[in-house]
């Protein structure tokens, strides 16, 4: 796998490296020890995906807070999205900065996102599937979000949103 620095301390776009052959390729997705070299969290306890019907659908922005907070790595593993992380960490120098990513099936790309970071995204083409491996268990009385289109962050999405839920849609402004 080869890791990319983002602009976002911490968040790295990841693309395996595809070993190809007669019958197609092999590539890894995942290693423990890459990961932990990187100094990444390598303690990943979780795996769900994401499905969505319909091309402009968004998800997001979503994060655990303390005692729960958790990292992430995302995959898109049929269609493409465009993928987004928002630094919430206070200390950080990118603090409410953000970063984005188209991710695709075809591209393969993955982006590892570390915690007290907000991750959603938009998808592209609708039938599109997203592969999440979080570092904790699910903990709902720790999910929060920060809305989608909160001036405090100006994300600037490509497309756009034709489906969101209620509570993506609802989530208050983020303290300035």
């Known amino acids: 796998m080869t890791f990319h620095e983002t602009g976002l301390g911490g968040v790295f776009e990841i693309h395996p490296e595809l070993e190809p052959d007669e019958r197609g390729f092999f590539a890894r997705t995942w290693c423990q020890r890459e990961f932990e070299n990187h100094g990444l969290n390598r303690n990943l306890v979780q795996c769900s995906i994401s499905f969505n019907t319909q091309k402009g659908t968004l998800r997001g922005m979503h994060y655990q807070a303390a005692p729960h907070a958790e990292a992430k790595v995302v995959r898109c593993t049929k269609g493409s ?23 695709s099936s075809d591209a393969r790309n993955m982006v590892y996102i570390p915690e007290q970071c907000a991750h959603g995204f938009l998808t592209l083409e609708g039938a599109s599937e997203i592969l999440y491996q979080m570092s904790e268990f699910h903990s709902p009385g720790s999910a929060r979000g920060v809305r989608w289109n ?27």
């Open 150 to 176: 909160d001036p405090a962050f100006n994300i600037h999405w490509p497309e756009e949103v034709r489906v969101i839920s209620e509570r993506d849609w609802m989530y208050p402004d983020f303290p300035q």
């Open 81 to 103: 999205i465009y993928d987004v992380v928002v630094d919430l960490r206070p200390q950080s120098p990118t603090f409410r900065d953000w970063f984005a990513v188209v991710l």
